[in-house]
């Protein structure tokens, strides 16, 4: 069993930036992939960028020049660095981690963007 904790949301002005962690607790050393979801109120939660064991990413093309994905195995913990941020992406922000067969969700962050 893995837990996820996501931190790193908040109240942000058009154009700034947050940094989010997910920190992965339990058995993480089985995960193969771990990523980070948006879901906008009213809207479906979709896929932004995941990050594999080995460091590959892959990115939602809308954010691919504003938003990073990162990890520390060491540490089990995934990070999504938010730039430029704009209004709409105010949202929750749900880290997600994969292993074989089953996928873990964290309870989610909320990131506010004001004009």
């Known amino acids: 069993q893995v837990q996820l904790v996501e931190s790193g949301g908040g109240l942000v002005q058009a154009g700034g930036s947050l940094r989010l962690s997910c920190a992965a607790s339990?058995?993480?050393?089985?995960?193969?992939?771990m990523a980070w979801y948006y879901e906008a109120a009213g809207e479906e939660r979709e896929l932004i960028a995941y990050?594999?064991?080995?460091?590959?990413?892959r990115y939602k093309d809308s954010v691919q020049d504003r938003f990073t994905i990162s990890s520390d195995n060491a540490r089990s913990t995934a990070y999504l660095q938010l730039n430029s941020l704009k209004p709409e992406d105010t949202g929750v922000y749900y880290c997600?981690?994969?292993?074989?067969?089953?996928?873990?969700w964290g309870p989610g962050t909320q990131v506010t963007v004001s004009a």
């Open positions: 997600a981690a994969v292993s074989p067969g089953t996928t873990y």
């Open positions: 990050i594999t064991r080995s460091g590959e990413t």
């Open positions: 339990g058995n993480a050393g089985i995960l193969t992939m």
